[in-house]
Nanobody
Framework: VQLQASGGGLVQAGDSLRLSCAAS????????LGWFRQAPGKEREIVAA????????YFVDDVEGRFTISRDNAKKMVYLQMNSLKPEDTAVYYC??????????????????WGQGTLVTVSS
């Protein structure tokens, strides 16, 4: 599975943004998918993840209640809706392929096939 994130941009604090990730390749629906981010000078961290059929999700504490994740297996797309954005959300956001089973959604080491990221900048 190859992944390409898009939808980033410059927004103000409190605004919303929707990121999209398009996948190519086979067996898209067979994998957990996740969104990660890497802020300047920091390590990449997992932000959200969604199970293969979309019935389960995971969010890091910082974004719980503000971000939602969804997927459309027919279109091979995964989305990250980000609301009430804060300056500390500024980062390059990546989508990634997770494991072929619905467990360990929050386990960063289970993800690979990083796509090209998209930059999100939130001004105060």
């Amino acid at each position: 599975v190859q992944l390409q994130a898009s939808g980033g941009g410059l927004v103000q604090a409190g605004d919303s943004l929707r990121l999209s990730c398009a996948a190519s390749g086979r067996m898209f629906s067979s994998y957990v998918l996740g969104w990660f981010r890497q802020a300047p000078g920091k390590e990449r961290e997992i932000v959200a993840a969604i199970s293969r059929r979309g019935s389960r999700s995971y969010f890091v504490d910082d974004v719980e209640g503000r971000f939602t994740i969804s997927r459309d297996n027919a279109k091979k797309m995964v989305y990250l809706q980000m609301n009430s954005l804060k300056p500390e959300d500024t980062a390059v956001y990546y989508c990634a392929r997770g494991p072929p089973y619905d467990g360990g959604l929050d386990q960063s080491h289970l993800y690979d096939d990083w796509g090209q990221g998209t930059l999100v900048t939130v001004s105060s």
